[in-house]
């Protein structure tokens, strides 16, 4: 009981890391035989995986996810035309520090969204803010947010996510308010974080359901230059297994 002021202490500075870190280490003999160098080194190792652990946390908390799906079990058997090179390429993370786009395109069922957000808990395990929007959730809120002054707010909020996941793009044609807060979006985005756009439509077919051939062209432009691209085929996984889901957190 005598250390539980220093561990007290620790915690009222905001250092509950630090002091997770340090009390198993007084509760094991063997530590104190170590020099002092030696235990601050793993005290210091120990709290510094406290605090990866409780950010990574806090990342997968904020990015609302709906599926523990790893990179780790995806499932290249299912003929889907995926494979294993340019996923290996994607989950190391270098197209997000290249504030790159990925358009992942294939029929209903082909596990788009499961893949879209492996890679979306991957890029959380690397220390990066994420965010999953299907397109009513997206738009609506911005609709929204128009008419009682949040709008600056929110547009910002989803301008620094440094990963934004839009799933079912294109689904709807949009209309004229709907393509201009778009066009706001991938322009305050673009050259500074990376979007992830999950679709059943081919690419192709994007400049017609954005409508209005201007802000369609300067959308696409800033979308798909130097755009990653993965285009799924084949029959749905549903009618078949379900790709494991990964329980680690």
Not at 7 to 36: D, N, Y
């Amino acid at each position: 009981m005598r250390h539980q002021p220093t561990l007290e202490s620790l915690r009222a500075l905001k250092l509950t890391g630090m002091a997770e870190a340090l009390a198993p280490q007084l509760e094991q003999p063997q530590t104190h035989e170590l020099a002092l160098e030696a235990r601050l080194a793993l005290w210091i190792e120990r709290a510094q995986r406290s605090r990866e652990n409780r950010r990574l946390k806090r990342l997968l908390r904020a990015a609302k996810r709906r599926l523990s799906a790893g990179i780790e079990d995806i499932d290249y058997g299912h003929r889907r035309g995926l494979k294993r090179e340019p996923m290996a390429a994607l989950a190391s993370g270098a197209w997000l520090a290249r504030a790159q786009t990925l358009c992942l395109t294939g029929p209903t069922g082909c596990g788009k969204t499961w893949l879209a957000w492996a890679l979306g808990n991957q890029a959380c395990r690397q220390g990066r803010s994420v965010r999953s929007l299907r397109r009513p959730r997206l738009l609506e809120p911005l609709r929204i947010a128009h008419g009682d002054g949040r709008w600056g707010r929110l547009m910002g909020q989803l301008a620094r996510t440094e990963l934004l996941i839009l799933d079912d793009w294109g689904l709807a044609k949009l209309n004229a308010a709907q393509r201009s807060d778009r066009m706001e979006l991938i322009e305050a985005r673009h050259g500074r974080h990376s979007t992830l756009i999950a679709s059943q439509l081919p690419v192709q077919t994007w400049h017609e359901r954005i409508g209005e051939a201007t802000l369609a062209d300067a959308i696409l432009d800033r979308l798909l230059h130097s755009a990653h691209r993965l285009a799924l085929s084949g029959e749905s996984m549903r009618r078949g297994a379900v790709p494991p889901q990964s329980t680690a957190q």
